[in-house]
């Protein structure tokens, strides 16, 4: 548990130092939020919805493809001989997801600022990002890792990761939808089962394939 605490300390640290990185994809949320304002005119719950998973599913590539890019060739052996694998791979997952939930909030609070709905539940939405980011942070970070083990891997992570991030992400619009709609906490309770169910079965994949990829 140390070792864990510790290289999630390593993470925000080096997101830390490395600002121009985080400071271009929240340029990327600001400036894109302001075009929707422009050219959207208003909204209704249907194309706010539909607007603001579209950004996030940019967001989320885009922090989550480099999570592995700092372990360069010349750290790999000494990384990968001294951490265990799971340790490191739950700590880069444990900072993607605080860092999808941060620019998933930043995200809310922008579009509701610049197109305002009659109904705007925070706590729901808080709910259905927890588990959404649970499930494409261990997405994103396990499509890092196989960028990151270099070639040969492309129809790999083509397989594995396009239809496994595509029904959450239909799942979270469908629930956000409903949410918006003034839906109570029981009738988008079974859109949040299902991402539970698409996380669960991330989570054995990673869980069996990682230690392979990782010995190879």
Not at 167 to 196: C, D, H, M, Q
Request: glycine share 8%; with cysteine; charged share 10%.
């Amino acid at each position: 548990m140390k070792s864990f605490i510790s290289l999630v300390r390593k993470e925000l640290v080096y997101e830390w130092r490395s600002l121009y990185q985080l400071g271009g994809v929240i340029a990327f949320l600001f400036g894109v939020s302001y075009l929707i304002y422009f050219f959207s005119g208003g909204g209704s719950p249907e194309l706010w919805n539909l607007l603001y998973w579209l950004v996030f599913m940019f967001l989320c590539f885009f922090t989550g493809s480099r999570v592995f890019e700092d372990d360069t060739q010349r750290f790999k052996i000494i990384s990968y001989q001294l951490l265990h694998p799971f340790n490191l791979f739950a700590a880069k997952s444990a900072y993607l997801f605080i860092l999808l939930n941060v620019l998933g909030i930043l995200l809310w609070g922008v579009l509701s600022i610049l197109i305002p709905l009659v109904k705007s539940e925070l706590r729901g939405w808080m709910i259905l990002l927890l588990f959404f980011n649970t499930g494409m942070a261990l997405i994103l970070t396990f499509s890092s890792f196989l960028a990151s083990q270099g070639q040969g891997k492309t129809l790999l992570l083509t397989v594995l990761v396009l239809p496994l991030s595509f029904p959450l992400l239909g799942t979270a619009y469908e629930t956000g939808l409903k949410i918006l709609n003034g839906y109570e906490f029981e009738s988008f309770f079974s859109g949040l089962r299902i991402i539970v169910g698409i996380n669960l079965f991330v989570l054995a994949m990673i869980v069996f394939l990682v230690p392979l990829t990782w010995k190879n």
